[in-house]
């Protein structure tokens, strides 16, 4: 339950500061350069003001706050974290859909809806010994699955032209492909004899195995930029972005893996591209 109560915590404080942003802007006013902001401020001369409700970084075009949407594509790194023993890091691809709110204040949002590779190799070894008989067992397998993951993310916004962000919210994971593929090789000897030497390849699809749903936080960093400088933020961004999403949900069914908890954990080094709704 207390996994609960962080998800849906996270989730209000993401809902709560896109809806204090949008309400932000509604009572900005217009500064000397005829930009939103406070009179007050002379913007010939500073190059840090204050804008309604968060600081207006100089340099950057002030087109005003906007919507763009785009596509990225790039590597995940993933494993299981929890009781489950011996398992590593695989890799995989990730790309989707996004659409950025992205403000020339501080804060902004993005939602996105992609396609993630999870999963985990297990690599194991076990010896038994057995009325003189040794049996010596090696498994190698990977777990591959196929993810649809939204995460919905609040974004701060650091620099001018080349933009630095932090990020940070709750996402929501649906399985929709899950297969056991490799080899567990297992041989019996006494004393020095060999008895046996077999090796079973695994190929099979083990989606009923796990929890199709998965819920969580994901966190991350990155750089965005324009493409054409002297459009500002009226020319379409390039974005960087590495971000980890670690999941609060018992991937494994209990009845399949024997009362053990596995919780997601993925790493995403992407990029992708944002065209401007407006011009």
């Known amino acids: 339950m207390k996994k609960i109560y962080l998800f849906i915590l996270i989730t209000v404080g993401f809902v709560s500061i896109i809806n204090f942003r949008a309400i932000a802007g509604k009572f900005e006013g217009a500064d000397n350069c005829g930009n939103p902001g406070l009179t007050f401020l002379n913007c010939n001369n500073l190059n840090i003001g204050y804008n309604g409700f968060a600081p207006s970084i100089s340099g950057y075009h002030r087109g005003g706050s906007f919507f763009c949407v785009g596509a990225q594509t790039g590597l995940?790194?993933?494993?299981?974290?929890?009781?489950?023993k011996n398992?590593?890091?695989?890799?995989?691809?990730t790309g989707g859909l996004i659409c950025v709110y992205n403000s020339d204040q501080v804060?902004?949002?993005?939602?996105?809806?992609?396609?993630?590779?999870?999963g985990t190799k297990i690599k194991a070894s076990d010896v038994q010994n057995i009325a003189g008989l040794t049996t010596l067992s090696e498994a190698d397998i990977k777990y591959n699955?196929?993810?649809?993951?939204?995460?919905?993310?609040?974004?701060?916004?650091?620099?001018?032209k080349v933009r630095f962000f932090l990020e940070g919210g709750p996402y929501l994971s649906m399985l929709i492909g899950a297969r056991e593929k490799g080899t567990d090789h297992m041989t019996t000897t006494s004393g020095l004899t060999v008895i046996s030497d077999t090796t079973i390849s695994v190929n099979a699809d083990v989606k009923k195995d796990f929890n199709s749903f998965d819920y969580g936080f994901a966190l991350g960093s990155g750089l965005l930029?324009?493409?054409?400088?002297?459009?500002g933020s009226h020319s379409p961004f390039i974005l960087f972005t590495v971000r980890y999403y670690y999941g609060l949900t018992n991937i494994l069914k209990q009845d399949?893996?024997?009362d053990m908890k596995s919780e997601n954990s993925v790493f995403e080094i992407k990029a992708g591209i944002c065209i401007p709704l407006s011009k």
């Open 107 to 118: 804060i902004g949002g993005q939602v996105e809806l992609n396609f993630v590779q999870t």
């Open 225 to 231: 930029f324009p493409i054409y400088k002297n459009r």
């Open 145 to 160: 699955f196929s993810n649809i993951i939204m995460p919905m993310l609040v974004k701060a916004y650091f620099g001018s």
């Open 76 to 84: 995940s790194i993933a494993t299981f974290a929890g009781d489950m």
């Open 87 to 93: 398992t590593t890091m695989k890799t995989g691809i």
């Open 256 to 258: 399949a893996f024997h």
